[in-house]
Antibody
Framework: EVQLVESGGDLVQPGGSLRLSCAASGFTLSSYAMSWVRQAPEKGLEWVSGISGSGDSTYYADSVKGRFTISRDNSKNTLYLQMNSLRVEDTALYYCAKDDRITVVRGALNYYNYYYMDVWGKGTTVTVSS | DIQMTQSPSSLSASVGDRVTITCRAS??????LNWYQEKPGKAPKLLIY???SLHSGVPSRFSGSGSGTDFSLTISSLQPEDFATYYCQQSYTTPRTFGQGTKLEIK
């Protein structure tokens, strides 16, 4: 069974740091890009960060750029999110998600990759408060 | 960043009704649009990807359409388990922004 399990969420003071982990099972982690998505209390979903299968490419929302770092250890089947300089507004349930894609070929030279998050963990809660 | 705007923000409907939720992107995203369903205490579930492709295991009463900037999610005949919050998300570019969500409630 394909599964993602997040851990590492905690209560932390503003300005503090935390590292979230996401353990993957049932699939080969290195074959897939991965994402972190969060949901603040009573709010909608916010994409936070993404990373390629190899880990060579990383992407961030403007709200966390320069403070959060996404990484992965494919040998341990684990995705990470290092969160520094935490703010009250970072309080949220953090999900990791597996990115999959389909490739549609249009013509001899054109193809398009369509990405989507098809497997999600149950989330880990981060609370930033003094 | 690409802004995604859903309408309505909330919707009341009855079992058996046909409902449509719309999503508009602030610029063209071709067909790089996904729909997710979220229920309280549960992780989001993928319903539709690439604007109109039904994810494996999702009932056929769900359908998606649109391209460019305007998209829609339709549930042909509401079932009790469909009352939830629905989000669109663009995967055309990073950051992969979500709409604000549409809460579907029982009338």
């Amino acid at each position: 069974e394909v599964q993602l399990v997040e851990s590492g969420g905690d209560l932390v003071q503003p300005g503090g740091s935390l590292r979230l982990s996401c353990a993957a099972s049932g699939f080969t982690l290195s074959s897939y890009a991965m994402s972190w998505v969060r949901q603040a209390p009573e709010k909608g979903l916010e994409w936070v960060s993404g990373i390629s299968g190899s880990g060579d490419s990383t992407y961030y929302a403007d709200s966390v750029k320069g403070r959060f770092t996404i990484s992965r250890d494919n040998s341990k089947n684990t995705l990470y999110l290092q969160m520094n300089s935490l703010r009250v507004e970072d309080t949220a349930l953090y999900y990791c998600a597996k990115d999959d894609r389909i490739t549609v070929v249009r013509g001899a030279l054109n193809y398009y990759n369509y990405y989507y998050m098809d497997v999600w963990g149950k989330g880990t809660t981060v609370t930033v408060s003094s | 960043d690409i802004q995604m705007t859903q309408s309505p923000s909330s919707l009341s409907a009855s079992v058996g009704d046909r409902v449509t939720i719309t999503c508009r992107a602030s610029q063209s995203i071709s067909s790089h649009l996904n729909w997710y369903q979220e229920k309280p205490g549960k992780a989001p579930k993928l319903l539709i990807y690439a604007a109109s492709s039904l994810h494996s295991g999702v009932p056929s009463r769900f359908s998606g359409s649109g391209s460019g900037t305007d998209f829609s999610l339709t549930i042909s005949s509401l079932q009790p388990e469909d009352f939830a919050t629905y989000y669109c998300q663009q995967s055309y570019t990073t950051p992969r922004t979500f709409g604000q969500g549409t809460k579907l409630e029982i009338k």
